[in-house]
């Protein structure tokens, strides 16, 4: 069986990486990482905290799902990081119910925020995804 945190990674960036005006936003193509790229050029996205919490019914398996996305933009470039995240969640809201080894019962954005890294001045903007799925 596939993780459930997994199957609905999959689903985001087969939904993500096939659109062309969140590649142009991105600066030609859509970038989805689990870490950091060394030398990687910002705009790009990173998977952050992920949870999968067992909420099965009546012997029939489901989970609550939590999946945090950064988007990384150039130091000063808050603007552009929301707009890639406001095209995501966009493209997000229509997923399909098909997740690998599971199915799709709802997905939402629970919340959209900005922020900067101290350290290297990046500029982020952070998606909080929440989603159900049942084991198929």
Do not use: C, K, W
Request: proline share 5%.
């Amino acid at each position: 069986m596939t993780s459930p945190i997994l199957a609905l990674r999959a689903a985001l960036l087969a939904r993500l990486s096939g659109d062309a005006a969140l590649a142009v936003l991105m600066g030609g193509t859509v970038q989805v990482y689990d870490e950091p790229p060394r030398g990687a050029v910002p705009v790009y996205a990173l998977f952050g905290d992920a949870e999968a919490r067992d909420d099965s019914v009546d012997g029939a398996g489901r989970y609550l799902l939590s999946q945090a996305l950064a988007v990384v933009a150039r130091p000063g470039s808050a603007g552009t990081a929301l707009a890639a995240a406001a095209r995501m969640a966009a493209l997000l809201a229509d997923l399909g119910p098909d997740l690998p080894g599971h199915v799709l019962i709802r997905l939402r954005i629970r919340s959209v925020s900005a922020a900067r890294d101290e350290r290297s001045g990046e500029a982020r903007a952070n998606l909080l995804i929440e989603a159900v799925a049942e084991t198929a």
